[in-house]
């Protein structure tokens, strides 16, 4: 245990930081053949080469070399938490989350009082979407140190994404009494709200997140879907064109614009923002969708299989681009390719389990 109360103050772990263009020097750390024996001395001297050549490596983002140094520095104490520790973020960093959470347990075994441990336990179960585990790990930090904020927000975020929503919005709601201007905090309400059901309370906290940060595109679009749950269509449309006129390369709002015209009966404008959405993002599988079947409303049959192939060629599983694409060969005469493409629907369809669709399109067949 000396050497880990030697090391202690050569052992914190380093946020990550990318120095772009920068080229950090490491001096190379030569470890000692198994054939020699150290002296105490001599072995902390190597351990706090090996863990501060680490935190550079950490630092300049060269995780596999960094973890190396660390692993050997636990090869010569295995007492030492911190190592553990820093072990456990590299392999977070690495996204290895699995081999992130034995390492912060290891830590945790070592010195159980330690709430940055725990933080970075829970975080690991989180990417795990082990969030059972995540909360009640959160939990653990909060006990050990109750005003941690960043551990409070992690507990909100596992309860939202394990749909446990009304303990969630209780965690949210004690933030942001703390801190009401915490944004994350204040989105989230708005959010949990509308996962509840309670529209317009919803929308009154995504209104009051809105004036913490005006320039967020996501929580007006998330403002704008609020306002349409409610029947506001208009209020929701007004927000996703002040979204898309201030960020043209917002596709989410671009699209929710298309999906409201489509909606209100103007397939021509609906037809052109979709159009618009394609020019901005050609793979936009959501968007081609959108034409094929806005051709297709409109009897367009020659466009209505241009449309298609397009689509098809992006999503070759999209069981209702066949049919629809089907339905147009035959209304253009092409009754041989019209019955291969409805074939090719129907497998799609009975691939995907759709009992409907398979028997919409037996139903078709038989007539050809």
Same mark, same amino acid.
């Given at each position: 245990m000396r050497l880990y109360y030697h090391l202690l103050r050569f052992s914190n772990i380093v946020s990550s930081v990318v120095l772009g263009g920068m080229i950090i020097s490491v001096s190379p750390v030569f470890a000692h053949g198994?054939?020699?024996?150290?002296?105490?001395?001599?072995?902390?001297? &190597?351990?706090?080469?090996? =863990?501060e050549s680490g935190e550079e490596l950490i630092t300049a983002g060269i995780l596999?070399?960094?973890?190396?140094?660390?692993?050997?520095?636990?090869?010569?104490?295995?007492?030492?938490?911190?190592?553990?520790?820093? =072990?456990?973020?590299?392999?977070?960093?690495?996204?290895?989350?699995?081999?992130?959470?034995?390492?912060?347990?290891?830590?945790i075994e070592l010195e159980p009082q330690n709430a940055s441990f725990y933080f970075g336990l829970a975080h690991a179960y989180s990417r795990l979407e082990d969030y059972e585990a995540a909360a009640q790990t959160y939990r653990q930090v909060l006990e050990l140190q109750p005003s941690y904020l960043q551990a409070r927000l992690g507990l909100g975020a596992v309860l939202f994404r394990h749909e446990n929503f009304e303990e969630a919005l209780t965690v949210y709601r004690e933030i942001?009494?703390?801190?009401?201007?915490?944004?994350?905090?204040?989105?989230?309400?708005?959010?949990?709200? /509308?996962?509840?059901?309670?529209?317009?309370?919803?929308?009154?906290?995504?209104?009051?997140?809105?004036?913490?940060?005006?320039?967020?595109?996501?929580?007006q679009t998330s403002l704008g879907l609020a306002y349409l749950e409610t029947g506001n269509v208009e209020a929701g449309l007004a927000i996703f064109r002040k979204v898309a006129e201030a960020d043209p390369q917002n596709i989410d709002a671009q699209l929710q614009i298309g999906r409201i015209l489509w909606q209100q009966g103007d397939l021509e404008a609906a /037809?052109?923002?979709?159009?618009?959405?394609?020019? /901005?993002?050609?793979?936009?599988?959501?968007?081609?969708?959108?034409?094929?079947d806005i051709f297709f409303e409109q009897q367009n049959v020659l466009m209505t299989i241009v449309a298609h192939?397009?689509?098809?060629?992006?999503?070759?599983?999209?069981a209702a681009g066949y049919y629809h694409l089907g339905i147009a060969l035959?209304?253009?005469?092409?009754?041989a390719e019209?019955?291969?493409t409805l074939q090719k629907a129907?497998?799609?369809?009975? &691939?995907?389990?759709?009992?409907?669709?398979?028997?919409?399109?037996?139903?078709?067949l038989q007539k050809l």
């Amino acid at each position: 245990m000396r050497l880990y109360y030697h090391l202690l103050r050569f052992s914190n772990i380093v946020s990550s930081v990318v120095l772009g263009g920068m080229i950090i020097s490491v001096s190379p750390v030569f470890a000692h053949g198994p054939e020699q024996i150290l002296s105490e001395e001599a072995l902390i001297e &190597e351990l706090v080469d090996l =863990i501060e050549s680490g935190e550079e490596l950490i630092t300049a983002g060269i995780l596999v070399e960094a973890l190396s140094r660390y692993q050997h520095a636990l090869s010569l104490d295995q007492e030492n938490p911190k190592i553990f520790s820093a =072990i456990g973020y590299i392999q977070a960093l690495m996204g290895n989350f699995q081999a992130a959470a034995s390492a912060f347990q290891n830590a945790i075994e070592l010195e159980p009082q330690n709430a940055s441990f725990y933080f970075g336990l829970a975080h690991a179960y989180s990417r795990l979407e082990d969030y059972e585990a995540a909360a009640q790990t959160y939990r653990q930090v909060l006990e050990l140190q109750p005003s941690y904020l960043q551990a409070r927000l992690g507990l909100g975020a596992v309860l939202f994404r394990h749909e446990n929503f009304e303990e969630a919005l209780t965690v949210y709601r004690e933030i942001s009494q703390q801190h009401p201007r915490n944004l994350q905090a204040a989105e989230a309400i708005g959010l949990t709200l /509308l996962q509840l059901g309670d529209l317009n309370a919803a929308i009154s906290a995504l209104e009051y997140a809105a004036t913490l940060d005006s320039s967020s595109s996501r929580i007006q679009t998330s403002l704008g879907l609020a306002y349409l749950e409610t029947g506001n269509v208009e209020a929701g449309l007004a927000i996703f064109r002040k979204v898309a006129e201030a960020d043209p390369q917002n596709i989410d709002a671009q699209l929710q614009i298309g999906r409201i015209l489509w909606q209100q009966g103007d397939l021509e404008a609906a /037809l052109e923002q979709y159009q618009q959405i394609v020019r /901005l993002q050609p793979d936009s599988i959501a968007a081609r969708d959108a034409i094929s079947d806005i051709f297709f409303e409109q009897q367009n049959v020659l466009m209505t299989i241009v449309a298609h192939r397009e689509l098809l060629e992006l999503a070759p599983d999209h069981a209702a681009g066949y049919y629809h694409l089907g339905i147009a060969l035959e209304a253009r005469g092409r009754t041989a390719e019209a019955i291969e493409t409805l074939q090719k629907a129907r497998s799609l369809f009975l &691939e995907q389990g759709n009992e409907e669709g398979t028997q919409i399109v037996n139903e078709l067949l038989q007539k050809l």
